[in-house]
């Protein structure tokens, strides 16, 4: 891995993966994305790992796809780099993933981090999709998830005009989960990462996957869907415990089975 950094026990449980080009504030390219897509697969294979983080550094999470290698290309060169690909398989991780954003998270880092499960943000963060300044438009799902984070003025504003979001403004919208002095970000993201891990990784996937699919369904479907993952928590040996030890009152222990 050149452009991250990956430690997969970050804390008991807790994978970290690091984006790592900061003299480019991060700068999304194709290389970056295919590495954090194997270390994702590779990380989603791990019985050790139950929740995965990804950051960026204090100045930027990622200020979006690399302007200077995109700058030239016509359209044909981008359909056929087909570099959404990769991002359809980031989203298909199955564990949990928390951005911890400080900095920028611009463009394809804002659409990077809203492809995460939750965000925890800096007090410096700044979410923006400002492609409209440099003549395109969001590539990686920002018409699609800001809209659906934030609401459809709000997110036809940022997109139309490149503004900028601080990281209270990205919180009263509901984009981000937390915000907390630049020192913490990342310990508010493992501290909420522990607290996932702790639960059944069972559950935990099946409920993820169930949350996803009301992005993607009508309700009817959505609740289905909801339906059976319920009920397939009732095949884990994880339900009949944690279920048992709540009966006998006591702390349970999630196998993940
Ligand atoms: C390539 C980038 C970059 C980017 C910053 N850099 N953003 N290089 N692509 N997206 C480089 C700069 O060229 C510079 O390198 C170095 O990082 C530091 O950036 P500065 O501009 O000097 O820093 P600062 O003045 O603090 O301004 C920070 C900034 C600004 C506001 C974030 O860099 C900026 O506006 N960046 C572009 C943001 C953007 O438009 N993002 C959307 C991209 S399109 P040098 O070598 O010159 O010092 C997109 C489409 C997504 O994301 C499609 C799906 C993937």
């Known amino acids: 891995m050149e452009l991250i950094k990956v430690n997969p026990q970050a804390a008991p449980q807790i994978a970290l993966i690091e984006l790592n080009r900061p003299k480019e504030l991060n700068a999304l390219n194709p290389q970056?994305?295919?590495?954090v897509r194997d270390a994702l697969q590779?990380?989603?294979?791990?019985?050790q790992v139950r929740v995965i983080i990804i950051t960026g550094n204090e100045q930027a999470f990622a200020a979006g796809a690399d302007i200077k290698q995109m700058a030239d290309k016509s359209a044909i060169d981008m359909l056929l780099l087909d570099q959404f690909s990769t991002w359809d398989q980031i989203r298909k991780t199955k564990k949990p993933i928390i951005?911890?954003?400080s900095g920028f998270a611009l463009g394809g880092g804002c659409e990077f981090a809203m492809t995460c499960d939750m965000i925890i943000a800096s007090e410096t963060a700044k979410f923006g999709q400002p492609e409209i300044k440099i003549g395109t438009i969001p590539g990686a799902g920002g018409t699609q998830r800001l809209t659906k984070a934030i609401g459809k003025a709000k997110a036809m504003e940022l997109i139309l005009t490149g503004r900028f979001l601080s990281a209270q403004e990205a919180h009263f919208y509901g984009l981000v989960n937390k915000v907390v002095p630049v020192e913490f970000y990342l310990t508010e993201a493992i501290a909420l990462a522990k607290e996932i891990a702790?639960?059944?990784?069972?559950?935990?996937?099946?409920?993820?996957?169930?949350?996803?699919?009301?992005?993607?369904?009508?309700?009817?479907?959505?609740?289905?869907?909801e339906r059976k993952?319920?009920?397939?928590?009732?095949?884990?040996?994880?339900?009949?415990?944690?279920?048992?030890?709540?009966?006998?009152?006591?702390k349970p222990s999630f196998l993940g089975r």
């Open 99 to 101: 951005a911890a954003v």
């Open 229 to 250: 993952n319920f009920y397939l928590t009732f095949a884990s040996q994880d339900q009949k415990e944690g279920m048992q030890a709540f009966i006998e009152k006591r």
């Open 42 to 47: 590779e990380l989603d294979r791990n019985d």
């Open 198 to 225: 702790s639960m059944s990784p069972v559950a935990v996937q099946l409920a993820k996957e169930a949350v996803n699919r009301s992005f993607e369904t009508l309700l009817d479907e959505g609740l289905m869907f």
């Open 32 to 35: 970056l994305m295919q590495e």
